[in-house]
Every structure is written in C-alpha cells, then in structure tokens.
Nanobody
Framework: QVQLAESGGGLVQPGGSLRLSCAAS????????MGWYRQAPGKQRELVAA???????NYAGSVKGRFTISRDNANNTTYLQMNSLKPEDTAVYYC????????????????WGQGTQVTVSS
C-alpha cells in the first residue's frame, strides 16, 4: 500500500521560505509522477506543482518562479521549495502520487498524504 507523509509546513513571514518534503513508501517511487496540491479555506484544491517520472515539471501560474519541485529517487522523497511566500500561499499542502500515468503532470493522482499546514503571516 502506498503511503505518503508530508513534513516541513509551518508559520512564515511574507517573503520567507519553506521547504516541504514528502516521503513515499510501499511503491516504486521512481516509476511515479508526483504532485503538490494545496487547499485554502473555502477554496477548491489546486495543483501547485508536479514532476513526471522523467523529470518534467509543471507549475501553477501563481507560483511559477517562486516554487520549485524536485525529487530524490534514491530516498523516495519529493520536495517543494517555496520562496518569496505570500499570504495568499496560506493553505494545507498535500503530496500526491500518480502511479497510472507517470508521464503526465495532470494525473490522475491516486494516492494522497495527510497534508501539512503552511501559514504566511506577519
């Protein structure tokens, strides 16, 4: 069974940085596409960044140039480096795995982590 565990969330001031990590188990990690989603209160969950099995990436327009997704296949971990954070980045961030179409950043994402809270506030 695939399990995903996020870490690294917290409270940060505007303009600050955070790095989220997602550790995967129960899967051949290198075969999967991985994504980071977020959901703010009262809003729909949205795709923030994703990386395919082959390393191609995709970003939401609102985070392009500020966020970077990466993967470490040796350690079964994907990361989301978030710089120049804004209050509107405040949300619960979820890690997700796409095991069925790993060449696509758009999913479908069939496994999810429990989420980690990111709060950007002064």
């Amino acid at each position: 069974q695939v399990q995903l565990a996020e870490s690294g969330g917290g409270l940060v001031q505007p303009g600050g940085s955070l790095r989220l990590s997602c550790a995967a188990s129960g899967t051949i990690f290198s075969n999967n596409a991985m994504g980071w989603y977020r959901q703010a209160p009262g809003k729909q969950r949205e795709l923030v960044a994703a990386i395919t099995r082959g390393g191609s990436t995709n970003y939401a327009g609102s985070v392009k140039g500020r966020f970077t997704i990466s993967r470490d296949n040796a350690n079964n971990t994907t990361y989301l480096q978030m710089n120049s954070l804004k209050p509107e980045d405040t949300a619960v961030y979820y890690c997700a795995a796409n095991t069925r179409m790993p060449w696509s950043t758009w999913g479908p994402y069939d496994y999810w982590g429990q989420g980690t809270q990111v709060t950007v506030s002064s």
